[in-house]
């Protein structure tokens, strides 16, 4: 089972670093948000979509890891949480290197979690912006008067347009 939970401390810290990339893209990402620059976006959005197959890739990787552990100490596999396994093998020479990839793992989705949130306000924020200032142009072009109102003085006695000169 060490060698269970060592691959599992490895994994997890492996998807803790790629998380924290993802951390620092969406400080970028922000940046972008602000300025309106879209072609900066794309170049972050790039970044994100090389990383997220890492990342489910790591998903799996550590669900099934969880999941040998739980069959090893004939748990059920759902019922097998961090804070469970930490109680599981406290005293054991993996117990400390997993508590601490445990919580840098929840310290870096909880970050990269509120990092989304502010960036999701932006976006929303900026189309906010773009629905208002399109509601504007409507609203200038529905009171504005279309119509040909110089052609139509143009039909009075005396003028070019009147057949009878």
Known sequence: MAGLISNLIETIEGQTDLFRKVIALSADKREFIIKNDIEGLR???K?????????LKGDKNREKIMADIATVLNKAPGELTFTALAELIEGQPEHAAFLKAAEDFIITITEMKEQNDANKLLIQDALDYIDFNINIIHSSLDAAPVGYGALEDAHEPG???DKSN
């Open 43 to 45: 170049k972050i959005v």
């Open 47 to 55: 970044q994100e979509n090389d990383i997220i197959p890492k990342a």
């Open 159 to 161: 003028s070019f347009l």
